[in-house]
């Protein structure tokens, strides 16, 4: 009996937990096939022991050769990563439009300036060894320029993520891509700022998971979301704007919108 009686209390403060949190938050959304043609999910291992994968973080296609993701994402002992493209459930190595590729750690370039410490300079790029075939599920967004960060104004931001960071394992249950979506109202990168440093996004998004917008059927990049360990909120939020020229150096096909 007492036994039942706990049971119902238990249930009874989830469910307003869950209420609770409806209230408040975003409503987060599945993501269908297609719907990120941009964004892929990395594995990492050790060269030595290639058979034990470890989920890693989101990274997102810039070019048919380049993937932009997150320098602590790259900065481990890993020497292998694994790219899931056009994958919206990564448990599931048949799901149509997906395809995967191992990379090794000569195609990564970290920024020279990263510092692991403060995260700043949290970017790094994957040279990827074979050329993308482009297509509905596998795509590359376009970065904005400065100029044009204004016409965002009452767009939707979008961030998606299959919250699999391996140092929260036991959360990752999550294998299908979800996302949630807010509209900027005054200054899309103050904004960014701000909705990245949520708990909501903390709980979706993988380190490098990117924050897009979608405008004229083009999708652009705004950023992307650094799951820091730093305590400053404003290192959660790596602006590509900031990193344009960095890309454009060592990527020569990028789209600029
Ligand atoms: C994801 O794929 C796995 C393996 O095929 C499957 O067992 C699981 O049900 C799928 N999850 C969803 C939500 O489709």
Known sequence: ??????????SL??????????AEEPEEKLAIPTQFPYQVFI??????????????CSGTIISKSAIVTTASCL????????????AVNISNAFEIGQTRMEVERKYFEVHEEYNPVTLSNNIAI?????????????????????????????QEMIIAGWHQI????????????????????VDLIVEAVKWVGNKVIELLADEGSPITMHKDNVNVAVGMYSNS??????????????FLSWIKKRVSDVRIQ
């Not at 036994?3 to 119902?8: D, F, S």
């Not at 900065?75 to 056009?86: K, N, R, S, V």
């Not at 360990?229 to 900031?242: G, M, P």
């Open 166 to 185: 391996a140092t929260k394992q036991k959360l990752s249950v999550w294998a299908v891509l979800k996302f949630v979506a807010k509209v900027v109202v």
């Open 229 to 242: 360990k730093a305590k400053s909120k404003l290192s959660h939020f790596v602006n590509f704007i900031k």
């Open 13 to 22: 403060a989830t469910l307003l937990l869950l209420v609770n949190i409806e």
């Open 75 to 86: 900065d481990t002992e890993f020497d292998l990563a694994l790219i899931y493209f056009g």
């Open 43 to 56: 594995d990492v291992a050790l060269k030595s022991d290639n058979s034990k994968w470890v989920p890693k």
């Open 126 to 154: 994957i040279k990827l060894p074979f050329e993308l075939e482009f297509n509905e599920y596998v795509q590359a967004v376009s970065l904005p320029s400065k100029e044009d960060l204004g016409h965002y104004v009452g």
């Open 1 to 10: 009996m007492a036994k039942q009686y706990n049971w119902l209390l238990i």
